[in-house]
């Protein structure tokens, strides 16, 4: 086993195969065996056609050397692979010029894969050098081979294995080459993979950082308003009215739903009719701080209670006016509550019938309402020059506005009609009766969104 | 009353103009109950307002035939306007609308909002067929 020193390897690339056949020479462990078994390995084994091309292909580089050897398994086993990782590491460190590419991943180096990925990081390499054959070449093809076996008199050897590195090379010489190529191509390609999907990961990141930071941001001020709110009626900060009006809506979902569970646990446990009446009474003073709220919410932005985009998409199907229609409610009631005297039956029949009217004089009015608006907006102006038809234009505009105005008190008399629905609704019917008329209330609204919750859940064919 | 003027023409101006004033409103007021009590369902409206054309549309849908005086078409509209806000009693509150305004019977019932709450509770038919404005 030759004993390499590898700060011998710290000299200049020409000089760094003869320096080591210089010392090799002089430790003189002359084995012709190992010759034979270079000539053997080149001759046999892919790798060697790998080698002597890659011999042919390197500029004058040690590395093209150590790694031309190292592709020959033998060499490894004759002169052991640490020897040759320490040397390969020396070379590495010095040699800055990584122009050898080791496409191949087959070689089964024992200094492990980071050097060939390293090897195979240097792009540079072109496929022209393959094809330079110059003094440079023959010289290393003296090297390799002086360097693998260790043999004493090199000169003889130089010609015979440059012989041989040409003659056997010269017929694989396109093939390999084009292998070599072709891998290249393949190792690029992956790179270039790679790195475009860590920048894609990369971006990824920073957006979802950011997306974060706003959900954050717009958390605390949506906390901040709502605290604000309640804190000073006057203080609604416009386009946070909706934000505002939202919060306080699902809270009144949440705190609606409680109640509903407690009614709803009281009526199995049959309870008694004055406990039932306090829960009852609890649920209808629960629905007027829904009407207060809305009140609020109107005064703050009144389009978005108008449009009803706080409720769920199928709930907003069947809107009316901001809100759910009286009759509606009725009916649904009306068909659950079967136990009805005549003279409830009377009442909740009138009740409907003055509901319908009042929701009727209410549509119409807005009907009214809407013409007059766009009647307003459509007047033909004269012109749009002139400071007189400004005058005009303002006025419109003012008149339009006063218009808009009215939508809220609307908007305020339909809940009004709402509230005193529930009221009368309350008065005609049993305390018992009104406890399964909200139940069954509440069950349509819950079976509405879980309806909407399907609808959006499910996948649609377009 | 002792008030310091500047000349006593000016003072006495000014009071014979609020002295006007108040009888021409008080005028009106006359008018609006002489007016109120000659239908047995009076609405005053202003022709360009909505709520009054659903005020109208209720009463016509329930089968009443209500007397409807357009403010914005009378001379003294203005006052007539005046005189119901003190009527119903929103004096502060100058920039809601007045109108409509709904006599039952000679007697006032009020805006929008004191109709729709009598219909509801059903006692809006009984007022109505107590006034004579409805039959059945």
């Known amino acids: ?462 | 009353m002792h008030y310091q003027v500047e000349s006593p023409s000016a003072a006495a101006a000014a009071w014979s103009y609020l002295m006007r004033v108040r009888s021409m409103e008080e005028d009106q007021m006359e008018r609006v109950v002489r007016l109120a009590s000659q239908s047995a369902v009076v609405i005053f409206s202003v022709s360009s307002c909505c709520m009054c054309h659903a005020m109208k549309t209720l009463f016509c849908g329930m089968g009443v035939n209500p007397t409807v005086h357009e403010l914005d078409q009378d001379p003294k509209g203005k006052d007539m306007e005046r005189a119901l806000m003190r009527l119903l009693g929103n004096g502060i509150n100058t920039t809601a609308a007045t109108v409509p305004v709904v006599f039952i019977g000679g007697k006032l019932v009020g805006s929008m909002d004191r109709v729709l709450a009598f219909h509801i509770s059903g006692t809006l038919v009984p007022l109505l067929k107590q006034a004579g404005a409805l039959w059945l």
């Open chain 1, 1 to 462: 086993m030759q004993s390499f020193n590898p700060t011998e390897s710290e000299s200049t690339s020409p000089l760094y195969s003869h320096s080591s056949f210089i010392h090799r020479g002089n430790d003189a462990n002359p084995n012709p065996t190992r010759f034979s078994d270079l000539q053997h390995s080149f001759r046999q084994q892919d790798a060697v056609d790998l080698s002597s091309s890659s011999v042919f292909g390197a500029k004058s580089n040690n590395m093209a050397v150590v790694a031309s050897n190292l592709q020959c398994g033998t060499f490894n086993t004759n002169l052991g692979g640490a020897e040759f990782a320490s040397t390969v590491v020396g070379c590495a460190e010095t040699e800055s010029q990584h122009m050898y590419q080791r496409g191949s991943s087959s070689a089964t180096m024992p200094m492990g894969n980071q050097y060939v990925e390293k090897w195979a990081d240097d792009s540079q390499h072109t496929e022209d050098t393959c094809t330079d054959i110059d003094t440079d070449d023959k010289n290393q093809c003296f090297s390799t081979v002086s360097w693998g076996n260790g043999v004493g008199d090199g000169a003889l050897v130089v010609v015979d294995s440059q012989d041989q590195c040409k003659t056997k090379v010269k017929p694989e010489d396109q093939k390999t080459v084009r292998r070599l190529a072709q891998n290249r191509e393949a190792a690029r390609k992956s790179r270039l993979r790679k790195k475009a999907y860590v920048q894609q990961l990369e971006n990824s990141r920073v957006r979802l950082a950011q997306l974060e930071q706003e959900l954050q941001r717009a958390r605390q001020q949506g906390v901040l308003v709502a605290s604000g709110i309640t804190a000073d009626r006057g203080h609604s900060v416009v386009g946070n009215g909706a934000l505002a009006f939202d919060m306080d809506y699902a809270r009144w979902v949440d705190e609606h739903q409680r109640l509903i569970n407690d009614l709803r646990s009281a009526l199995n446990s049959r309870m008694g009719d004055n406990e039932l009446h306090v829960l009852v009474d609890g649920v209808v003073a629960h629905y007027d701080e829904l009407f207060r709220l809305k009140s609020i919410g109107a005064k703050a932005d009144v389009f978005h209670i108008l449009s009803g985009m706080w409720k769920t998409p199928a709930e907003r199907c069947f809107i009316w006016l901001g809100g759910f229609r009286s009759s509606e409610i009725l009916k649904i009631v009306r068909n659950q509550l079967e136990p009805l005297t005549e003279e409830q039956l009377m009442g909740i029949y009138n009740l409907q019938q003055s509901s319908q009217q009042a929701e009727d004089a209410l549509s119409q009015g807005m009907e009214a309402l809407q013409q007059s608006l766009s009647d307003t907006l459509s007047t033909p102006s004269q012109g749009p020059c002139g400071s007189g038809n400004v005058a005009e234009y303002m006025g419109q505009m003012a008149i339009a506005l006063g218009k808009l105005a009215t939508l809220e008190s609307f908007l305020h008399q339909a809940d009004l009609l709402r509230q005193q629905t529930l009221q009368q609704m309350r008065r005609i019917l049993s305390t018992f009766q009104a406890a399964r008329a909200l139940l069954v209330i509440n069950d349509y609204v819950s079976r509405l969104r879980a309806l909407n919750s399907l609808w959006l859940a499910c996948p649609r064919e377009y």
